[in-house]
């Protein structure tokens, strides 16, 4: 501090003052002085400025390059004592002098180009963050006597090997079920916590119900088991609903969800995004589940089914985990969707986070994002021609397969696609946090079948089929009305018949001389099967012809028939002249394929037994070149998931069971499901996951052992209650310590699900197509089976938190006034009360009588006494509005009290 000298004139005027004689200025000087001191915060009060918000900003904004994941230039700015030491520019600060500390000159250096947080990796520091800065290191850079540099963040727990820890001991040895129980009570007891007793059986009959089968049981059913008196009554249960096929569709869409499922869509008939077809990929994970095949080998199905099962078409629907991802205009989205959604869905990893620079939390460095790029770069999609239906764009099995083999990998500078870096090829790989062994890749030698799937067996089978059926129909259609066109349509259908006989034949001929080449089978042998398949394709090309011939004669026949038509009806000269033009085209066609009969030889179709999935990178609406389907495979992806997969590998497991036990706990054990990383939540009960990821692995990864285990526990088995849990209330509020069951919003298919189960409408057939957004109304499909896409979601699912379809690896559970309107306005609801009333009035004895049967088919429980007043004094109200009259013979009050109750907050809860 600069005291005045005698004669100087102060640096701060006071207006308000008149002018001082020079001991006052001095006096006043010192004044100033004393005022600014307790402006500024004493040391004391900046070290917690640093702990409370400069060293938070800079581990978001600098920590990456300068901490324990990177230290670039050997700088480290994660502690007080780091800046100081500095790297190889000298010390990051000079403690009581901003001016002089190279990290003041770095933050707010003007130039973007130098400036630090590097433009793109960070926003610069706001001024009023600089000026907090300067101020801290003003006041000598204090800092916490024991502050602790960041962590190796190899040693991240999520990183570490997994290990199965010991199940605990536990002094409330009457409550604990399994061991799941003994993790949790260890921290009841330590908090002091009191787990919620058990709750009526009704309670536990309908969680079950729900939690295994999506569906609510029937009164008759939760009669039949709260009377059962066996003491194993509740294993029982669990067993019979982990066998009934309708677990696996229950289960299938929580996986729909965190495997991003989408059916395909676009720009009005379009083709944009997610492969065609993708039900196959639905009905492949419901029935997985129900045949309980581990997740070990679902996953591995699902990256690399056409690796492993390359003749498998149940196993090769797998794949349409990574079609779904098919982008038809830009190949750089649709690996940045893969590679994000690989990471995130499997590995819980942000490793979409390293596209544009090196992780900034996670030790990800940018070129790993490449690796795992690479491993997916060589992949297209198909459809494979499924058994019995002959034409792909109507049904097919989308699936993927390497047809790029020689495409590089390049680093993106900054992400930009348009800035590879060509200077070095970027190899598949895993990031060195994760590789407990080195990743061996080798090519796969497919079989004829996989790369000629015109082979299978049942393809030329199938399209013999189709032909002839057409014939029976055309032949049909002509019997009940005849006409030129309607004998044309027969005609063509035969030369159908036999175009597909002649190529079928010219097929397998050429098959048998191949294959006899590749057995070095003798010369004269070898001679006589390719002058047979000479001949053969010789006759399956003049068909060809003679079915082009015959398709264009149909034409001309068809539009004649138009003309005719249009002269009866007197159409304006205009119509006439359109038609005519038409027809004048059609006689063209006629010509041109009369002239092709006698064309040379060339070679003739095949019958396909699986189509590409074309994409239009070269030019938009026009699709690339195919360039055929090769006979040897990359091995990336298998490999990879055979990585993914291997029980050394430490988040797989984790994240799997993460997931179960979120969905059936109604909170995840790790609250930031796809992010395991050090950004992400720690476990609140890491002991408990570990242990559950061990049980699954060591289980075969079987899915139904760790449903038996979270379902047996006492922590499943819990009340939702808040009766009597204040000490517990008090010192966990938010029930992390997992003192009681936390009650679950229905999710948005159960819902509408429950409704249709308890009308007895709900439609138990299990797969195929999935039902059109105009027929849903209509349905009485589960809704599993709706038409789910990034254009088409169904509008009382989504009022309802449907998944979204681009990522949604935890659903939210709203509570909105829009979802009371839509259960009273949906026309199912409505019709469904209707039916449930109309089944439960007649043994009903009373209105008393009918509201504890309306209760115990809704909520599946007797109504409380209040319950009962309040719906009786309903009744009476809505008996004395005049249109009280019957509706589907049933009295409209009864009908509205079943109505009403399907938006109680018990219908759409489970407690």
Same mark, same amino acid.
């Given at each position: 501090?600069?005291?005045?000298?005698?004669d100087?004139?102060?640096?701060?005027?006071?207006?308000?003052?008149?002018?001082?004689?020079?001991?006052?200025?001095?006096?006043?000087?010192?004044?100033?002085a004393?005022?600014?001191?307790?402006?500024?915060?004493?040391?004391?009060?900046?070290?917690?400025?640093?702990?409370?918000?400069?060293?938070?900003?800079?581990?978001?904004?600098?920590?990456?390059?300068?901490?324990?994941l990177?230290?670039?230039?050997?700088?480290?700015?994660?502690?007080?004592?780091?800046?100081?030491?500095?790297?190889?520019?000298?010390?990051?600060?000079?403690?009581?002098?901003?001016?002089?500390?190279?990290?003041?000159?770095?933050?707010?250096?003007?130039?973007?180009?130098?400036?630090?947080?590097?433009?793109?990796?960070?926003?610069?520091?706001?001024?009023?963050?600089?000026?907090?800065?300067?101020?801290?290191?003003?006041?000598?850079?204090?800092?916490?006597?024991?502050?602790?540099?960041?962590?190796?963040?190899?040693?991240?727990?999520?990183?570490?090997?997994?290990?199965?820890?010991?199940?605990?001991?536990?002094?409330?040895?009457?409550?604990?079920?399994?061991?799941?129980?003994?993790?949790?009570?260890?921290?009841?007891?330590?908090a002091?916590?009191?787990?919620?007793?058990?709750?009526?059986?009704?309670?536990?009959?309908?969680?079950?119900?729900?939690?295994?089968?999506?569906?609510?049981p029937q009164?008759?059913?939760?009669a039949?088991?709260?009377?059962?008196?066996?003491?194993?009554?509740?294993?029982?249960?669990?067993?019979?609903?982990?066998?009934?096929?309708?677990?696996?569709?229950?289960?299938?869409?929580?996986?729909?969800?965190?495997?991003?499922?989408?059916?395909?869509?676009?720009?009005?008939?379009?083709?944009?995004?997610?492969?065609?077809?993708?039900?196959?990929?639905?009905?492949?994970?419901?029935?997985?589940?129900?045949?309980?095949?581990?997740?070990?080998?679902?996953v591995?199905?699902?990256?690399?089914?056409?690796?492993l099962?390359?003749e498998?078409?149940?196993?090769l629907?797998?794949?349409?985990?990574?079609?779904?991802?098919?982008?038809?205009?830009?190949?750089?989205?649709?690996?940045?969707?893969?590679?994000?959604?690989?990471?995130?869905?499997?590995?819980?990893?942000?490793?979409?986070c390293?596209?544009?620079?090196?992780?900034?939390?996670?030790?990800?460095?940018q070129?790993?994002?490449?690796?795992?790029?690479?491993?997916?770069?060589?992949?297209?999609?198909?459809?494979?021609?499924?058994?019995?239906?002959?034409?792909?764009?109507?049904?097919?099995?989308?699936?993927?397969?390497?047809?790029?083999?020689?495409?590089?990998?390049?680093?993106?500078?900054?992400?930009?696609?348009?800035?590879?870096?060509?200077?070095?090829?970027?190899?598949?790989?895993?990031?060195?946090?994760?590789?407990?062994?080195?990743?061996?890749?080798?090519?796969?030698?497919?079989?004829?079948?996989?790369?000629?799937?015109?082979?299978?067996?049942?393809?030329?089978?199938?399209?013999?089929?189709?032909?002839?059926?057409s014939?029976?129909?055309?032949?049909?259609?002509?019997?009940?009305?005849?006409?030129?066109?309607?004998?044309?349509?027969?005609?063509?259908?035969?030369?159908?018949?036999?175009?597909?006989?002649?190529?079928?034949?010219?097929?397998?001929?050429?098959?048998?001389?191949?294959?006899?080449?590749?057995?070095?089978?003798?010369?004269?042998? @070898?001679?006589?099967?390719?002058?047979?398949?000479?001949?053969?394709?010789?006759?399956?090309?003049?068909?060809?012809?003679?079915?082009?011939?015959?398709?264009?004669?149909?034409?001309?026949?068809?539009?004649?028939?138009?003309?005719?038509?249009?002269?009866?009806?007197?159409?304006?000269?205009?119509?006439?002249?359109?038609?005519?033009?038409?027809?004048?085209?059609?006689?063209?066609?006629?010509?041109?394929?009369?002239?092709?009969?006698?064309?040379?030889?060339?070679?003739?179709?095949?019958?396909?037994?699986?189509?590409?999935?074309?994409?239009?990178?070269?030019?938009?609406?026009?699709?690339?070149?195919?360039?055929?389907?090769?006979?040897?495979?990359?091995?990336?992806r298998?490999?990879?998931?055979?990585?993914?997969?291997?029980?050394?590998?430490p @988040?797989?497991?984790?994240?799997?069971?993460?997931?179960?036990?979120?969905?059936?706990?109604?909170?995840?054990?790790?609250?930031?499901?796809?992010?395991?990383?050090r950004?992400?939540?720690?476990?609140?009960?890491?002991?408990?996951?570990?242990?559950?990821?061990?049980?699954?692995?060591?289980?075969?990864?079987?899915?139904?052992?760790?449903?038996?285990?979270?379902?047996?526990?006492?922590?499943?088995?819990?009340?939702?209650?808040?009766?009597?849990?204040?000490?517990?209330?008090?010192?966990?509020?938010?029930?992390?310590?997992?003192?009681?069951?936390?009650?679950?919003?229905?999710?948005?298919?159960?819902?509408?699900?429950?409704?249709?189960?308890?009308?007895?409408?709900?439609?138990?057939?299990?797969?195929?197509?999935?039902?059109?957004?105009?027929?849903?109304?209509?349905?009485?499909r589960?809704?599993?089976?709706?038409?789910?896409?990034?254009?088409?979601?169904?509008?009382f699912?989504?009022?309802?938190?449907?998944?979204?379809?681009?990522e949604?690896?935890r659903?939210?559970?709203?509570?909105?006034?829009?979802?009371?309107?839509? @259960?009273?306005?949906?026309?199912?609801?409505?019709?469904s009360?209707?039916?449930?009333?109309?089944?439960?009035?007649?043994?009903?004895?009373?209105?008393?009588?009918?509201?504890?049967?309306?209760?115990?088919?809704?909520?599946?429980?007797?109504?409380?006494?209040?319950?009962?007043?309040?719906?009786?004094?309903?009744?009476?109200?809505?008996?004395?509005?005049?249109?009280?009259?019957?509706?589907?013979s049933?009295?409209?009050?009864?009908?509205?009290?079943?109505?009403?109750?399907?938006?109680?907050?018990?219908?759409?809860?489970?407690?």
């Amino acid at each position: 501090m600069n005291v005045l000298a005698p004669d100087a004139t102060p640096s701060r005027e006071l207006p308000w003052l008149p002018r001082q004689s020079a001991h006052a200025a001095v006096a006043i000087a010192f004044a100033w002085a004393a005022v600014a001191a307790a402006a500024e915060p004493a040391a004391g009060d900046q070290a917690a400025i640093y702990s409370e918000k400069i060293r938070p900003l800079l581990a978001e904004r600098c920590f990456s390059c300068h901490g324990s994941l990177a230290q670039e230039a050997g700088l480290r700015l994660d502690t007080a004592a780091l800046m100081i030491q500095g790297g190889d520019s000298g010390p990051a600060v000079a403690k009581g002098d901003p001016d002089a500390s190279l990290i003041v000159d770095r933050t707010n250096d003007p130039d973007p180009a130098s400036r630090m947080p590097p433009e793109g990796e960070g926003e610069p520091l706001s001024p009023e963050q600089f000026e907090m800065l300067r101020a801290w290191i003003a006041a000598g850079c204090p800092a916490p006597p024991d502050e602790k540099p960041e962590a190796d963040p190899r040693d991240h727990w999520a990183f570490r090997s997994r290990v199965r820890p010991p199940v605990p001991p536990v002094v409330n040895t009457g409550w604990a079920k399994n061991p799941i129980d003994a993790f949790v009570a260890t921290r009841h007891e330590q908090a002091g916590v009191v787990p919620q007793p058990e709750p009526p059986r009704h309670v536990l009959v309908r969680r079950l119900f729900i939690d295994l089968i999506g569906l609510p049981p029937q009164p008759e059913e939760l009669a039949a088991i709260e009377a059962d008196p066996s003491l194993d009554w509740y294993e029982a249960l669990v067993e019979r609903l982990l066998a009934d096929p309708r677990h696996g569709e229950r289960w299938a869409r929580h996986w729909m969800d965190v495997w991003r499922y989408s059916d395909w869509w676009g720009l009005e008939e379009k083709h944009r995004y997610s492969a065609k077809n993708m039900w196959h990929f639905r009905d492949w994970i419901v029935e997985s589940l129900n045949a309980d095949v581990g997740y070990d080998e679902m996953v591995r199905q699902m990256l690399a089914a056409d690796e492993l099962y390359p003749e498998n078409l149940d196993k090769l629907r797998a794949t349409g985990f990574l079609a779904r991802n098919w982008y038809v205009y830009n190949r750089d989205h649709w690996m940045e969707d893969t590679v994000e959604h690989v990471g995130k869905g499997l590995l819980g990893l942000t490793m979409n986070c390293a596209k544009c620079h090196s992780h900034k939390y996670d030790p990800i460095p940018q070129a790993d994002y490449y690796r795992m790029r690479a491993f997916f770069e060589p992949h297209l999609v198909r459809q494979d021609l499924v058994p019995g239906e002959g034409d792909m764009a109507r049904d097919g099995v989308p699936r993927v397969y390497d047809g790029r083999l020689e495409d590089p990998t390049y680093l993106f500078v900054r992400g930009n696609a348009g800035s590879p870096d060509k200077s070095r090829t970027i190899e598949p790989g895993v990031p060195a946090v994760l590789e407990f062994e080195e990743l061996s890749i080798e090519p796969v030698l497919l079989p004829k079948a996989a790369f000629q799937p015109e082979r299978r067996g049942w393809v030329i089978d199938t399209h013999l089929a189709a032909a002839r059926h057409s014939l029976d129909a055309r032949q049909e259609a002509a019997g009940k009305k005849p006409s030129p066109f309607t004998a044309q349509a027969v005609a063509v259908a035969k030369t159908r018949v036999y175009d597909v006989e002649c190529r079928a034949a010219a097929m397998r001929a050429k098959w048998a001389a191949d294959d006899a080449a590749e057995t070095e089978a003798a010369d004269s042998v @070898l001679e006589g099967l390719r002058a047979a398949a000479l001949t053969a394709n010789e006759a399956a090309v003049k068909a060809e012809r003679e079915l082009a011939v015959a398709r264009a004669w149909s034409r001309v026949a068809e539009v004649n028939e138009k003309l005719q038509a249009a002269f009866e009806e007197k159409k304006d000269a205009a119509s006439l002249a359109a038609i005519g033009r038409n027809l004048d085209a059609a006689r063209e066609a006629v010509e041109k394929a009369q002239k092709a009969l006698d064309a040379p030889i060339g070679q003739h179709t095949q019958l396909p037994g699986a189509a590409w999935a074309a994409t239009n990178y070269v030019k938009a609406n026009e699709d690339d070149p195919f360039t055929g389907f090769p006979e040897t495979s990359t091995g990336r992806r298998s490999a990879l998931a055979r990585w993914i997969t291997d029980p050394r590998n430490p @988040l797989a497991a984790r994240v799997a069971v993460n997931h179960v036990w979120a969905r059936h706990l109604g909170k995840p054990l790790v609250a930031t499901v796809f992010d395991f990383g050090r950004k992400g939540a720690t476990a609140s009960h890491p002991e408990l996951l570990d242990w559950l990821a061990s049980e699954l692995v060591e289980h075969r990864w079987s899915m139904k052992h760790l449903h038996r285990l979270i379902v047996g526990s006492a922590a499943y088995r819990m009340g939702s209650s808040l009766a009597n849990a204040g000490r517990s209330a008090a010192i966990d509020p938010d029930n992390k310590l997992l003192w009681r069951r936390e009650p679950i919003r229905l999710e948005a298919q159960v819902v509408r699900d429950a409704v249709l189960a308890l009308a007895g409408t709900l439609d138990p057939a299990l797969g195929g197509p999935p039902v059109p957004k105009d027929e849903q109304e209509a349905s009485r499909r589960r809704s599993l089976y709706f038409w789910h896409s990034g254009i088409s979601r169904n509008r009382f699912l989504a009022t309802f938190d449907d998944a979204m379809v681009n990522e949604c690896y935890r659903r939210e559970q709203s509570v909105v006034p829009q979802q009371a309107l839509a @259960l009273v306005n949906a026309g199912f609801v409505r019709d469904s009360a209707a039916a449930i009333a109309a089944r439960i009035a007649p043994r009903a004895a009373g209105d008393e009588a009918f509201v504890d049967e309306a209760f115990a088919t809704i909520v599946g429980r007797k109504p409380t006494a209040d319950e009962v007043t309040a719906c009786m004094a309903a009744m009476a109200e809505w008996r004395a509005l005049p249109e009280a009259r019957t509706e589907a013979s049933v009295e409209r009050p009864l009908v509205n009290l079943v109505w009403s109750l399907f938006s109680y907050n018990d219908f759409v809860t489970v407690r």
